[in-house]
């Protein structure tokens, strides 16, 4: 789709219409998700953020539309360095319902990715990048087992979840 963006959110690009627009989203990826402030979201786009941890929230928006209604996907990704290296997690992986289906869950989640390249190029270094996913979450599995994310754990229980991996290398 030509008119849907993939726009990384920060200090400058953050006001109460992308708070709004994500507070849509939310429910759609948990009945339980709480709604998230502008002082959260600021938080998560890497203000107070130090050097060894990061987050980057990336927003799908269509550019089409000019209300919090433009933002119709969203992801996040996390970069904590411990002693034995960096790590990675991804959350927060969420298309509008009524925008399903149009590859731009496909394009946040390569947004990710190539995000974790990056950090693996800077810091010339291999890490893994983790993420977990209910089984019932079938559009979710196929879409990370498609791209390349390796099943290391399969949901054990009725509230289990899957876990995947993916190396990322400089
Ligand atoms: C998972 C989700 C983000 C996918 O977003 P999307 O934009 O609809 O997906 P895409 O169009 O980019 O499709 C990417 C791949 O996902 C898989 N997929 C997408 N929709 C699917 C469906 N209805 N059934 C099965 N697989 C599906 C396919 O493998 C697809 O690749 P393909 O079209 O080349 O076969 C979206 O369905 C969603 O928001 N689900 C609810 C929240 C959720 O489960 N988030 C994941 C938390 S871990």
Request: charged share 25%.
């Given at each position: 789709m030509s008119n849907i963006v993939i726009e990384l959110l920060g200090p400058t690009n953050v006001r109460q219409s992308e708070v709004d627009g994500i507070n849509k989203l939310l429910p759609q990826l948990s009945k339980k998700a709480k709604p998230i402030t502008l002082g959260w979201l600021l938080c998560a786009c890497g203000r107070r953020t130090s050097s060894l941890r990061r987050s980057c929230l990336y927003v799908a928006r269509d550019?089409?539309?000019?209300?919090?209604?433009?933002?119709v996907g969203m992801a996040l990704i996390y970069f904590v360095w411990g002693p034995d290296g960096w790590h990675s997690e991804i959350h927060a992986v969420v298309v509008d319902e009524n925008h399903r289906g149009l590859k731009i869950g496909k394009m946040l989640t390569e947004k990710l990715v190539a995000t974790a390249k990056e950090v693996a190029a800077v810091n010339q270094e291999s890490f893994n990048v983790y993420l977990t996913s209910k089984p019932e979450r079938v559009a979710a599995n196929n879409m990370y087992l498609s791209m390349?994310?390796?099943?290391v754990a399969k949901a054990d229980g009725d509230n289990g979840t899957n876990l995947y991996k993916l190396l990322v290398t400089p």
């Open positions: 550019t089409e539309v000019y209300t919090s209604d433009s933002i390349g994310f390796k099943l």
